[in-house]
């Protein structure tokens, strides 16, 4: 992942400094995205995020292992697998991690764009392997 968004800084920067306590999600979940909506999601707006009308997309829970240091970077600790796609989702551009499962709502923590593009047409199932979705704070 390639950035946190402008809500997680804000809260970040201010638990650091001791202005508002910032508390964590209890479970984050991973969203995908299509298209190239970086400028949205860094602003928080959902509106790429696939569509759930009738394609058995929902948005899956990741588990993180704790920070490495030096570095600041953690990666997942368990496969995330998404439902299968019942209708073409379209092409799976960018993915978000964030702070509630309901599609199309919530805060965006994290997001970046895929190593490549992948098309998710009916009966394909869209995973992510253990370890092999990594954030990093720089």
């Known amino acids: 992942m390639s950035a946190a968004s402008n809500y997680l800084e804000a809260k970040l920067l201010d638990h650091a400094l001791g202005t508002t306590t910032f508390t964590k999600p209890t479970t984050v979940y991973v969203a995908l995205f299509s298209g190239s909506p970086a400028s949205n999601l860094e602003a928080g707006t959902l509106t790429d995020e696939i569509t759930t009308t009738s394609?058995?997309?929902?948005?899956?829970?990741?588990?993180?292992a704790s920070a490495a240091s030096p570095g600041g970077t953690a990666t997942t600790s368990a496969t995330i697998t998404f439902p299968?796609?019942?209708?073409?989702?379209?092409?799976?551009?960018?993915?978000?991690?964030?702070?509630?499962?309901?599609?199309?709502?919530?805060?965006?923590?994290?997001?970046?764009a895929l190593d490549s593009s992948k098309l998710i047409e009916t009966g394909d199932t869209f995973q992510i392997q253990s370890g092999n979705l990594t954030v990093t704070l720089a």
């Open 55 to 64: 394609s058995a997309y929902a948005r899956q829970a990741a588990t993180f």
């Open 84 to 112: 299968t796609a019942t209708a073409s989702w379209g092409t799976v551009t960018y993915l978000a991690i964030m702070d509630g499962a309901t599609a199309g709502a919530g805060n965006v923590l994290f997001y970046g």
